[in-house]
């Protein structure tokens, strides 16, 4: 009897409950909010690009520019995350969702320094818009990366974090509303700018010729 208390004693306990005890607890939700954020960001260059499209249409509007983004992003994401899939094994996850993030800034930041250094408004400079398709590329290989990389790390946590990254990736539309209401806002007073120009030269190009013809 003694020798099967021992052994009842000795049996290790259940696997859940182990993994209990060694999770950490998330003093103040840090944790969650650091996911819900990341899940907020690696969205975050497409939904800039995104809600920008009605300014890329006005600078290049011989350029099916919601097809082109949507193709060219999409395409090369899936075609990195299948790269992904089959090496991953070869990388360290942080260091996959550091060098996203890296592409991250470089993809936002250069497409406003070429318009107010190059661009400045002017429309039909295709060239640009080439340019900013490659960066909308780099920003799909960066969310293969930062995406790739989180979803496996918040997979091997308890679920609440894997749900922080959804309603974070699910909410970061709300982030890009301002900056779409401020492009909208931008074009439309530039446009009527346009148009009261175009006015006031054609009234006063047939005040000209009532003058000539007197």
């Known amino acids: 009897m003694a020798d099967c208390s021992v052994h009842r004693r000795s049996t290790p306990p ?5 993994e209990a005890t060694r999770t950490a607890e998330d003093k103040f939700n840090l944790g969650y909010i650091i996911y819900f954020t ?5 969205l975050l260059p497409w ?11 006005y600078l290049y509007p011989e350029a099916s520019v919601h097809r082109v983004f949507a193709v060219v992003y999409m395409v090369v994401g899936l075609a990195c995350l299948l790269v992904i899939v089959f090496y991953a ?3 360290k996850a942080y260091m996959r969702i550091n060098v996203g993030l890296g592409i991250f800034v470089v993809s936002l930041l250069v497409v406003p320094v070429m ?3 190059y661009i400045k408004g002017q429309v ?5 818009f080439y340019v900013t398709v490659g960066l909308l590329a780099l920003a799909g290989i960066g969310d293969a990366l930062v995406q790739g990389g989180l979803i496996g790390v918040a997979g091997e946590l308890p679920e609440r974090y894997m749900q922080a990254i959804v309603a974070g990736s699910g909410g970061s539309e709300s982030t890009a509303f301002p900056p779409e209401l401020a492009v909208h806002d931008c074009i439309f007073r530039k446009t009527r700018y346009v148009k009261i120009s175009m006015n006031v030269v054609e009234m006063t190009s047939q005040q000209v010729n009532k003058m000539d013809y007197l």
Not at 38 to 42: A, N, Q, R, S, T
Not at 47 to 57: G, K, L, R
Request: proline share 3%.
């Open 89 to 91: 094994h070869k990388s």
């Open 124 to 128: 039909g400079l295709y060239d640009k």
């Open 47 to 57: 939904n800039s690009f995104i809600t920008a499209v009605d300014y890329f249409s």
């Open 14 to 18: 259940p696997l859940h409950q182990s």
């Open 38 to 42: 990341l899940g907020v960001g690696f």
């Open 115 to 117: 318009d107010a250094v």
